[in-house]
């Protein structure tokens, strides 16, 4: 790696985790199930589908992924947060949140990572 392309990750994982750390920081709960975790991960799926459409619909250089997917994005969202929501869910017994939690994490993520896509798709063939 060389040191422009480490700066364009540094800078990028800084800016994302700096946003999860704001967004996480006062716990937000529907019912059990841990919002703050939901909201970077379903935000951060969005904001990387809009990036490969500009990154393909650009030609971006390799650096410009290691901002905006690996950097940002890879530090805004959390899966390692994620994870302990759903296990503490389970410890305590709370099966339907769990179920609800998981479901929400991956399938509005993907969701909104195809919205993204989307949505950028047709701003940029208008």
């Given amino acids: 790696m060389k040191g422009l392309e480490f700066i364009f ?3 990028g994982s800084v800016l994302g985790a700096y946003l999860r750390y704001k ?3 006062s ?10 975790v939901l909201m970077v991960n379903v935000v951060g799926a969005f904001i990387l589908g809009i990036f490969i459409v500009l990154s393909q619909q650009w030609h971006l ?3 410009y992924s290691l901002f905006a997917a690996v950097g940002f994005c890879g530090s805004l969202t959390t899966m390692s947060a994620f994870a302990l929501d759903s296990s503490n869910l389970l410890e305590n017994n709370q099966y339907t ?4 939690n998981i479901f929400a994490n991956v399938g509005l993520s993907i969701a909104a990572l195809i919205g993204g896509k989307s ?3 047709a ?3 208008n």
């Fill in 97 to 100: 949140a769990l179920v609800v």
């Fill in 27 to 36: 716990p937000l709960l529907f019912n059990t199930i841990p919002v703050n």
């Fill in 61 to 63: 250089d390799g650096k």
């Fill in 119 to 121: 949505l950028m798709s």
């Fill in 9 to 11: 990750l540094g800078v």
């Fill in 23 to 25: 967004i996480t920081e």
């Fill in 123 to 125: 701003i940029i063939n």
